[in-house]
């Protein structure tokens, strides 16, 4: 009887601490601040100049796909920044203008939840366009 009751009561305990682990684990996971892109991102380059069509074109792609949580100065003060579980990050500093336009190329084709992902959406052209335009942005 009595190594029943203690049987119980350590089983009990495994899966409260099981649960525990999962619980801290995720909670780990979802603290993850940095979003690096794969050093091999940055040997690709973008084949676009800053002309004038380009940033045309850029500024078109940007305020369509990406002004809602970026904003207008890329600040990430869009409206849809509010309904955002994390900020949208502030394109005029140096955490973003420092990456490679590869780096950026390979963030704007994965995205990470809740930024989404555009290598279906948007053709590459355009990536680099807004890229381009992103560049203008810069404090
Ligand atoms: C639904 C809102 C949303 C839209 C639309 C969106 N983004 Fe984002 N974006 C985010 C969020 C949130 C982050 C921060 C993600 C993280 O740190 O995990 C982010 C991060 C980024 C980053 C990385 C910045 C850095 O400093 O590393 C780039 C580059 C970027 N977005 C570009 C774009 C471009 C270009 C578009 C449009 C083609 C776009 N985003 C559309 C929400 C959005």
Not at 35 to 51: C, E, F, Q, R, V
Not at 56 to 78: F, I, L, M, P, W
Not at 104 to 114: C, D, N, T, V
């Amino acid at each position: 009887m009595e190594t029943l009751v203690k049987n119980i009561i350590r089983k009990k305990l495994l899966t409260v601490s099981l649960l525990l682990i999962a619980v801290i684990g995720s909670a780990f996971l979802y603290q993850q601040k940095e979003w690096k892109a794969p050093a091999s991102a940055d040997a690709k380059k973008n084949p676009l100049t800053a002309d004038a069509a380009t940033l045309a074109a850029g500024k078109t792609v940007y305020v369509k796909e990406c002004q809602s949580c970026h904003g207008k100065k890329g600040k990430g003060d869009g409206p849809s920044a509010k309904d955002l579980d994390i900020p949208a990050g502030d394109f005029t500093k140096a955490i973003t203008q420092s990456q490679s336009d590869g780096a950026l190329y390979w963030k704007i084709s994965e995205g990470r939840k809740p930024m989404p992902s555009f290598k279906k959406k948007l053709n590459e052209t355009q990536i680099w366009q807004s890229i381009v335009y992103m560049r203008t942005l810069k404090q």
